[in-house]
């Protein structure tokens, strides 16, 4: 009975420890496994789970990302409150940094594998192609497959990433997280039909207002539903928010032109509550 006991102390010790995604000094360590998934837009998204001793800040540097790329694809997260440990914080992985041949005295103990978790309507063709650029042959042999049958959960070895990290140099677009890639489907899907106006001038957001989530605007204009595109051009930073009502009468100087949500000032970049942006909308 104690042997028992004692064996399942251990399990539970064993099944406690290192929640997280590598330690309190490293972002990976060789325990860890890459599981990716693919969203609608085509990124490739691995879950880290934060860490006591990991920092959002050194995380984004970590991955090659900037912190505001890191908020994009996080809305759940606000830098400057921090976070809890075991957190989970979703990081686009290029297809790059995936190491998939190891020719030439590669040594997998400087990385850690990288898998695949199948998704519905999911087939062998797109994932060897299509996500991973990977010949169909190649894909079958390292996951030991005499078939091309999947079924959804299935975890496939696409290949190996860097305990090092992602140099910033492979992160080779600047990825802008989901929900903003769909709202910049839905201002193309408006450009199709209707040219959009141009603006700019002042905008205006609330540094103490809370509302992380949110990626809105208002305008006193812009037809109330539709995607205006924001680009300030002293951050080099473009992204896009959904109009959600009118600017009210006399609550804004005539100067301010648009009023942003937090999470949109921040992902343009803003430090002052003021700030000069370009705007592209529609009134119809």
Known sequence: MRKLIFSLILTVAGLTKGFGTGDSLHYLTPKDTIFLK???FGNKIFTHTMERGQTLY????FYGLKIYNLVAFNSHIEPEEGFRPGTPIHI???DSAIVKTWEGGFSKAGYVPVVYVVK???NFYRIAKHYFHLPLDTLKKWNRLERTLLFTGMKLHVGYLSLEGIPDSLQNISP???RMQALQREFEHQSSSKSPAFQNGAAYWQREKKGRNDYYC???????????RIHNPMRRKTVYAKVIARIPDRAYPDHIIIVLSPRIAKLLGARDPRFYVELQYFTQ
């Open 92 to 94: 686009p992985i290029p």
């Open 120 to 122: 519905h309507g999911d």
């Open 176 to 178: 802008i997280g989901s």
């Open 58 to 61: 050194s995380l984004a540097r």
């Open 218 to 228: 208002l305008h006193r204009t812009a037809r109330i539903g539709s995607v205006v």
């Open 38 to 40: 693919v969203d609608d």
